[in-house]
DNA sequence: GATCCTAACTTGACACCGTCAAGAAACAAG
DNA sequence: CTTGTTTCTTGACGGTGTCAAGTTAGGATC
C-alpha cells in the first residue's frame, strides 16, 4: 500500500495522525511533540510541520479525532442502555467518564486548555457534533413550552456536572475513591438535574 | 531589605515564586518556566533549581500559593453572602468562578493535570485546606443521620458541577456565552443537588 | 520523451527549554 | 584566619518548535 521510500511518503498526514494517537494512548500527553511523530512515522524532524503547520495545527487534528471517537462512545454507551431517558443519561455519563479513563491523553488534548485552532474546520465539525449528541440524550428532559435558553442551561448544567466530575478524577483529586474502582461508583446522579 | 547583590540573594525563593505568579497572571501558563521566573527575578538561569529541584517543584509551590489565595476567595464570598446554606452555597460557587476567571493561568496550574508532586507538604496542606472549605459550604445540606459515604458523595456531586462549569468556561466551550458577561449568568444551580 | 512546475520532504540552523556538573562567592563557625 | 557549607554562576548536553534553503518525486505540458 505505502511502499514508497524516502521522498514522498504517501499519506503521510494520516500515518503522523496515528503516531500521535499511539503516543498519547501509550506514552502520554508530555510526550507528544512534533518531532516525537515524526519518529515514530519515520520521517524527518520538520515533516510534520509541513502537513500541519505548527504545533498547534498536529494538536487541533489529533483533538479533532479526539471528538469524533468521543461521540462514538457516547452514542456506544446510550443505545446500549434500556430506552428509558434517565438511565440513557446516566448511561451517556458512563460513557463520558469511560472514554476519558481509556484515553486519558486524548482526552486531556481535547479538554485540559491546549490552546488548539478553534477556527479549524475539522475541528468544528468534529467537536460540534458531539456537543449535538449531548443535546439528543439531553431533549427528552425539555418542557415542550421551553426555548433555546432553557435548553442551553440544560446542556451546560448535565455537561459541567459530567465533565467536572471526569476532570477531577483524572487530575487525581478524587483520591479516596474506593479501590478496584471503574471510576464510576461516585458519578453524580444526572436525573438530579433534570427534574 | 533584599539588598544583596551577586550571590546570596537573600530570600530567592520568594522572589522566585512572585515572579513565577506575575507570569501566570500576566503572560500566561505556557510562558511559565525555570528560566523564565529566574530572569524576572534577575539570577541566573539555573538558580531555581537549587531552590525547587525541578520544573515540579516550581509547579507544586505556585500551585499551593493558587490554593491558599482560592480558599480565601471562596471564604469572601461566602462570607459576604447572607446567612441562608443555599445562598451561600450559589454565592461559593459564583467565587469559584470568579477566582479561575481572575487568575486562569494559576487555576490552570492547581487543576489542569500538571502532575505536581503531591507528597509536598506545602501543597498537601494548602490543597487539604481548600477542599476542607467545600466541606465546610456543604456540611448544612447533609442530613443528620447520614454517615462519611454521604458526605464524601455530595461534596464530589457540589464540585463536580462547579468545577466542571468553570473548566468548560476557561476551555472557551462554552462559547454561546451573552456578551460582556461576567461568566456567572449560566453557572448551575447548585441548590439542586443538594435535596 | 524532454522540460518545467509544484508539492513533499530533508537538512541545517537558531533560540528556548530542563537538567546536570563544576566552580566561585558569601556567610557561619571554629 | 581557616575551614566548611550554603547559595548562586557558568557551561554543557539533549530535547523542543520553527524557519530558510536545498533536494527529490510526480504531474502537467509541450
Redesign the pocket.
Known amino acids: 500500500m505505502t511502499g ?1 521510500r ?5 499519506n ?1 498526514k494520516e500515518a503522523l495522525i496515528d503516531a500521535g494517537i499511539e503516543i498519547l494512548d501509550e506514552v502520554g500527553w508530555d510526550a507528544l ?4 511523530c ?1 519518529s515514530r512515522a519515520g ?5 510534520p ?3 500541519f503547520g ?3 495545527g498536529l494538536q487541533t487534528a489529533l483533538a479533532a479525532v479526539g471528538f469524533t471517537r468521543f461521540r462514538e462512545t457516547l452514542s456506544e454507551f446510550q443505545e446500549a442502555a434500556e430506552p428509558d431517558p434517565k438511565i440513557r443519561l446516566q448511561a451517556a455519563g458512563a460513557g463520558y467518564v469511560t472514554f476519558a479513563l481509556r484515553h486519558p491523553g486524548l482526552f486531556k488534548l481535547m479538554f485540559g486548555g491546549a490552546d488548539l485552532d478553534y477556527e479549524n474546520e475539522v475541528y468544528r465539525e468534529a467537536s460540534q457534533s458531539a456537543f449535538a449528541q449531548l443535546g439528543e440524550i439531553v431533549a427528552p428532559f425539555l418542557a415542550p413550552e421551553s426555548g433555546p435558553e432553557e435548553d442551553y442551561r440544560l446542556r451546560v448544567t448535565i455537561w459541567s456536572a459530567v465533565h467536572g466530575y471526569t476532570h477531577l478524577l483524572l487530575a487525581g483529586k478524587l483520591w479516596e475513591m474506593s479501590v478496584s474502582d471503574d471510576g464510576l461508583s461516585h458519578l453524580p446522579d444526572l436525573t438530579k438535574l433534570v427534574s
Do not use: E, M, Q
Request: net charge positive.
Open positions: 514508497k524516502d521522498y514522498h511518503h504517501g503521510l511533540s512534533l518531532r516525537a515524526a520521517v524527518s524532524h520538520a515533516a510541520a509541513h502537513h505548527n504545533v498547534k
